[in-house]
C-alpha cells in the first residue's frame, strides 16, 4: 500500500482495459471496472464518491490510485453561436483548452478509422 500522491496512479490516465486489469488485480470482478469508469464520466473527485462501491474497495482504490479532476481557470462563451471555451489548468501546472459546440458532427464512419468532428461553419458573412 502507498501513501504518498507520487506514489500513487491517477486512475483517470488508465483506459478501461488497463482499469479492468488493475481490479482484477486487486481481486475484484471485471465489472467492477465499468462501474469505477462511470463514476470517473460522472466527473467523481473523490472514491467516496462512488457510493455504489463496497467501502472496502473504496478504501483499496484510494490505497493505488487518486482522483484528479482538472480545475477550470477560464471559462467564455461566444455570444454569436453559444460554443464555450474551456482553459483547464492541469496537475503539472500546464493548461488546455477545449471548446464545445453545439451543432458539431460525430462520425467514425470510413475512411475515418476514429471519430472525427465535423463543425457547420457559419456563413462567410459572418466570419
Do not use: H
Not at 81 to 87: I, N, P, R, S
Amino acid at each position: 500500500m502507498q501513501t504518498a500522491e507520487t506514489e500513487l496512479k491517477d486512475i483517470r490516465s488508465l483506459l478501461p482495459e488497463e482499469l479492468e486489469t488493475a481490479l482484477t488485480a486487486l481481486g475484484e470482478p471485471k465489472y467492477r471496472a465499468k462501474q469505477v469508469f462511470r463514476w470517473l464520466n460522472r466527473g467523481a473527485g473523490a472514491f467516496e464518491e462512488m457510493s455504489d462501491l463496497p467501502g472496502v474497495l473504496r478504501e483499496k482504490l484510494a490505497g493505488e490510485f487518486f482522483v484528479y479532476r482538472p480545475g477550470v481557470l477560464r471559462r467564455q462563451v461566444s455570444r454569436l453561436d453559444g460554443t464555450v471555451k474551456y482553459l483547464w489548468e492541469l496537475r503539472d501546472g500546464n493548461a488546455v483548452e477545449t471548446v464545445v459546440m453545439s451543432g458539431a458532427i460525430f462520425s467514425s464512419a470510413p475512411p475515418w478509422p476514429t471519430p472525427t468532428v465535423w463543425c457547420s461553419l457559419p456563413p462567410p458573412s459572418i466570419r
